[in-house]
């Protein structure tokens, strides 16, 4: 199979496929996830996601295509009230990801992509890939893997991603089903959650929501496995095409 581990291989292994070949970095974070999630959700999710889609792509791709480690620590101060949460200040953890994308710029890499599992990481995330993209001269792609869930497949829902409800407790269901406790009762989804267009950012709102979000109750292993599928394949249609146009 055409995929490397960064972290399984030689330095010379490296020096020799980086040139040519493209980057994936798993993007999570460490963060509570209600009373039911293990606070490595994101993180276990996001890297699922990876390892799925770059197998699924690495049989047509044209590239080498490399795993990083999963960068395990992201920004969620918005989180720390709740307990359970290990998180890095929005400047830090934008200073991480841009020394880890310029190593890897400093070993010969050429081509980036940065999949992230936390919606905290988002302006990071973008900050990281336009700047790397300009100070190192490489190609970066940059996608929260969530939004690659099909419309057809229920991700146009407002549930999604939501935060340690049904979305990501069904993913759990289906990768962890051991790590995930009793299900709390339903979370009404509030206006603001089903409006497109609208972020909104509030301490307050997180409290109201004892942190999380929606029906948690109603996730399921099997539909897990359903979207977890359908985000993986998604994903792996796009490294295809990055792989072709980075």
């Known amino acids: 199979m055409n995929v490397m581990r960064w972290h399984g291989s030689t ?11 493209m980057v994936i970095l798993p993007v999570g974070a460490i963060e509570q996830h209600g009373p ?28 080498q295509l490399i795993i990083t480690p999963p960068v395990a620590f992201g920004s969620s101060d918005h989180h720390l009230p709740f307990g359970g949460t290990l998180s890095l200040t929005f400047e830090t953890f934008t200073q991480v990801l841009l020394d880890i994308v310029r190593s890897i710029a400093m070993g010969g890499g050429r081509r980036v992509v940065l999949v992230n599992g936390h919606a ?7 900050s990281v890939a336009e700047a790397a993209a300009i100070r190192f001269d490489l190609s970066v792609g940059y996608a929260d893997y969530w939004d690659l869930f099909p419309a057809e497949a229920g991700g146009n829902s407002p549930l999604v991603p939501g935060h340690a409800g ?9 990768l962890r089903e051991e ?6 009762g339903a979370r009404a ?26 029906e948690p109750g109603r996730a399921s292993a099997e539909k ?6 359908a985000c993986a394949a ?13």
């Open 11 to 21: 330095r010379e292994r490296l020096i020799e496929a980086l040139p040519e070949g």
């Open 36 to 63: 039911h999630l293990p606070t490595g959700t994101d993180t276990l999710i996001v890297q699922a996601v990876v390892e799925a889609a770059v197998a699924q792509a690495a049989e047509r791709c044209p590239r």
């Open 120 to 126: 905290g990481n988002k302006g990071p995330c973008h």
């Open 166 to 174: 049904v979305f990501e407790t069904a993913m759990l269901l289906a």
């Open 179 to 184: 790590l995930v406790e009793e299900r709390p």
């Open 189 to 214: 989804v509030s206006e603001l959650q089903a409006m497109t267009g609208i972020t909104l950012h509030s301490r307050e709102r997180w409290r109201r929501i004892d942190g999380f979000t929606d």
């Open 224 to 229: 897990g496995r359903r979207w977890l599928d």
């Open 234 to 246: 998604a994903l792996a249609d796009r490294l295809l095409l990055l792989s072709k146009t980075l």
